[in-house]
């Protein structure tokens, strides 16, 4: 098993100062391993986890200055530059997916969509907040792998849907 980092994540970015408390790698291993929260604000500096420690666990998040993109970094040595209009055409809400496959939404016209806010969710996921004000979906960190994995064939879908539809990015 890969031993995950110990140190505090990088807080490169413009984002909400609990951000950094949603990310940091556990210091120890086994199931209900805690580890002390570096930041500021955080239960006491203590959280349980999981074991979770056979997947990827972002060691970055880092939304660029003109807000349509979003870099995320594992401790797999992956990352991903992830473009806002293709986080948020790809949204995990139910808005977008639906409650199931057939009810799928194909979202046109977020061309120049940006980035608004990231906010943590617990410390499995972030909420992303457009300026078209979609704020519902929660980006966990496997959702966010899959997409920085599959970007290539997920955005070729996307285009392709976007033209048998008849509509425009």
């Known amino acids: 098993m890969r031993e995950r980092r110990s140190g ?7 984002l909400t100062p609990a951000l950094s408390a949603a990310l940091p790698p556990p210091e120890g291993r086994g199931s209900q391993t805690e580890y002390v929260d570096r930041s500021s604000k955080s239960h006491n500096g203590i959280r349980p986890m999981t074991d979770n420690a056979s ?8 939304l660029h200055k003109d807000r349509k993109t979003l870099s995320v970094t594992f401790d797999t040595n992956e990352s991903f530059d992830l473009a806002a209009e293709y986080l948020r055409v790809r949204s995990p809400s139910a808005e977008v997916q639906g409650h199931s496959p057939s009810e799928r939404k194909t979202v046109g016209g977020k061309r120049d969509v940006a980035i608004l806010e990231v906010n943590p969710v617990g410390n ?3 909420r992303l907040v457009f300026d078209d004000l979609h704020s519902t979906g929660i980006y966990s960190w496997d959702h966010l792998l899959d997409l920085g994995r599959n970007h290539k064939a997920y955005w070729q879908e996307y285009l392709d849907e976007l033209t048998v539809k008849g509509m425009q990015r």
């Not at 997947?55 to 880092?62: A, F, I, S, V």
């Open 55 to 62: 997947k990827p666990w972002p060691t970055e998040l880092r």
């Open 124 to 126: 499995y996921a972030v």
């Open 8 to 14: 505090p994540i990088q807080r490169l970015c413009p």
